[in-house]
Nanobody, 116 residues
Framework: QVQLAESGGGLVQPGGSLRLSCIVSGFDFSNWDIKWYRQAPGKEHELVATLWGFNNAPTYADSVQGRFTTSGDKAKNMVYLQMNSLKPEDTAVYYC?????????WGQGTQVTVSS
């Protein structure tokens, strides 16, 4: 059974850092793309980062380029989103996502709040 679960969110001051974790189970994520999305109140889901399964190379939205880094640890079945230089506009619920054999799977989300 494919499952994803995020953790690591919280309240942080502007300029601070957080590391989100996504534990995956039921599939080998090195063969599939893992995406990080976020949703701020009243806004659509925004794709933040993708860890591409075919080459394990990440890509990022312009809004987070240079500040966020995603990586995977296959031995731990974990995917991470390191977020640095956080801004108030990064406040959102963050989700990890995988589309396995055409079926999208989502975690439950973790809240990130950037505020002084």
């Amino acid at each position: 059974q494919v499952q994803l679960a995020e953790s690591g969110g919280g309240l942080v001051q502007p300029g601070g850092s957080l590391r989100l974790s996504c534990i995956v189970s039921g599939f080998d994520f090195s063969n599939w793309d893992i995406k990080w999305y976020r949703q701020a109140p009243g806004k659509e889901h925004e794709l933040v980062a993708t860890l591409w399964g075919f080459n394990n190379a990440p890509t990022y939205a312009d809004s987070v380029q240079g500040r966020f880094t995603t990586s995977g640890d296959k031995a731990k079945n974990m995917v991470y989103l390191q977020m640095n230089s956080l801004k108030p506009e990064d406040t959102a619920v963050y989700y990890c996502n995988a589309r396995v054999t055409g079926i999208p799977y989502w975690g439950q989300g973790t809240q990130v709040t950037v505020s002084s």
